[in-house]
Nanobody, 121 residues
Framework: QVQLVESGGGLVQPGGSLRLSCAAS????????MGWYRQAPGKQRDMVAT???????NYADSVKGRFTISRDNAKNMVYLQMNSLKRDDTAVYYCNLMYRMRFAVGDFASWGQGTQVTVSS
């Protein structure tokens, strides 16, 4: 069983910064990628940023230049540094893990429980 534990959400003023963290634990053979997604009220869950095991990153256009994703492979952790936050960044942020199991084909997905980020004055 794979578990993801997120931390770092909260209330911040526009223009402020927050850093989200996510720790992965459990039984998996290897990690293919980790990432962050977000879901605002009444909207679908969208990709924010992802990072592969090799360090390749991908960002949503709306966060490019403001958010930075990073990971610590030794600790199975992924981080999201969010700067210059805007009200539109308000959402529940979910950590995502794409992993592989020994003797199984393809990637499996696991999600964290979500952490609320609210940008408001």
């Amino acid at each position: 069983q794979v578990q993801l534990v997120e931390s770092g959400g909260g209330l911040v003023q526009p223009g402020g910064s927050l850093r989200l963290s996510c720790a992965a634990s459990g039984s998996f053979f290897s990690i293919s990628a980790m990432g962050w997604y977000r879901q605002a009220p009444g909207k679908q869950r969208d990709m924010v940023a992802t990072i592969t095991s090799g360090g390749y990153t991908n960002y949503a256009d709306s966060v490019k230049g403001r958010f930075t994703i990073s990971r610590d492979n030794a600790k199975n952790m992924v981080y999201l540094q969010m700067n210059s936050l805007k009200r539109d960044d308000t959402a529940v942020y979910y950590c995502n893990l794409m992993y592989r199991m020994r003797f199984a084909v393809g990637d499996f997905a696991s999600w964290g429980q979500g952490t609320q980020v609210t940008v408001s004055s």
